[in-house]
C-alpha cells in the first residue's frame, strides 16, 4: 500500500546548525511528494514539492531531492532559525487524498 | 494566509453528543477535504466533496459526515461522539483534487 515514514521527534538543535529531517515512502508508481509545516497554533502550510524524480524543491532555506532509486524525500537546511520550529510533515498525494507522515517536531534554541 | 478558515476554533462536547465543524474555501475552490489529527500523529483523510458530491472516503464510520454548499463553504458532522474523536480537525480546499490543498487552521475538539 502507499504509505509514508519519517523520522520520530523531537529534534532539537541550535541556531546556525544543518538540519536533515529524513522520510522514504511507499508508493506505486512515480507520485508526486510534498514537505508540510504546521506551526504552533496553525494549520498546515505547503513547504515544498516535487513532482518527479530528481527534482528538487525548495522554499524558506529548506531543499528536498525526490530520489526514486532509495524511496527518499528527506528535508534539509543549511542554517536553521529559531522561527523554524515547527512540527513538520513528510507526505504523499494519492487519488484524492494525502498521506501524511506521523511529523516530526523540531525545537530550536537561541 | 491560506484564505480557509473555520469554525469554532476550539469546542468541548460530551460524548454522545452531535457537533458540526464548519470551514470556508477560497473563491473557485471545488474540492474541500477533511482530515482528522490526533494528538502526536499525522493528519488522516476523513473525506473529500467536489461540487457538492462525496469524491472519495478514508476508513471513517458513517456517523462522520459532510456537506458541501454552492458558497464554497462545508461542514464536517458527527454523530454519537467518542473520546476517541477528540482531535483536531482540518479542512482543504483546492481548484481540484490535483490542484494545491490549501488548509485552515483547524477545529480543536475534545470530547469528555
Known amino acids: 500500500g502507499n504509505s509514508v515514514t519519517q523520522m520520530e521527534g523531537p529534534v532539537t538543535l541550535s541556531e546556525e546548525a544543518f538540519l536533515t529531517i529524513n522520510c522514504t515512502y511507499t508508493a506505486t508508481g512515480y507520485p508526486s511528494l510534498f514537505w508540510y509545516v504546521q506551526y504552533p497554533g496553525e494549520g498546515l502550510q505547503l513547504l515544498l514539492k516535487?513532482?518527479?524524480?530528481?527534482d528538487k524543491g525548495s522554499n524558506k532555506g529548506f531543499e528536498a531531492t525526490y530520489r526514486k532509486e532509495t524511496t527518499s524525500f528527506h528535508l534539509e537546511k543549511g542554517s536553521v532559525q529559531v522561527s523554524d520550529s515547527a512540527v513538520y510533515f513528510c507526505a504523499l498525494p494519492r487519488d484524492d487524498k494525502i498521506i501524511f507522515g506521523k511529523g516530526t517536531r523540531l525545537h530550536i534554541l537561541p | 494566509e491560506t484564505g480557509v478558515t473555520q469554525s469554532p476554533t476550539h469546542l468541548i462536547k460530551t460524548r454522545g453528543q452531535q457537533v458540526t465543524l464548519r470551514c470556508s474555501s477560497q473563491?473557485?475552490?471545488?474540492?474541500v477535504s477533511w482530515y482528522q489529527q490526533a494528538l502526536g500523529q499525522g493528519p488522516q483523510f476523513i473525506f473529500q466533496y467536489y461540487r457538492e458530491e462525496e469524491n472519495g472516503r478514508g476508513n471513517f464510520p458513517p456517523r462522520f459526515s459532510g456537506l458541501q454548499f454552492p458558497n464554497y463553504s462545508s461542514e464536517l458532522n458527527v454523530n454519537a461522539l467518542e473520546l476517541d474523536d477528540s482531535a483536531l480537525y482540518l479542512c482543504?480546499?483546492?481548484?481540484?483534487?490535483?490542484?494545491?490543498?490549501?488548509f485552515g487552521p483547524g477545529t480543536r475538539l475534545t470530547v469528555l
Open positions: 482543504a480546499s483546492g481548484r481540484s483534487h490535483t490542484d494545491t490543498q490549501y
Open positions: 516535487a513532482t518527479k524524480a530528481d
Open positions: 473563491s473557485g475552490h471545488n474540492t
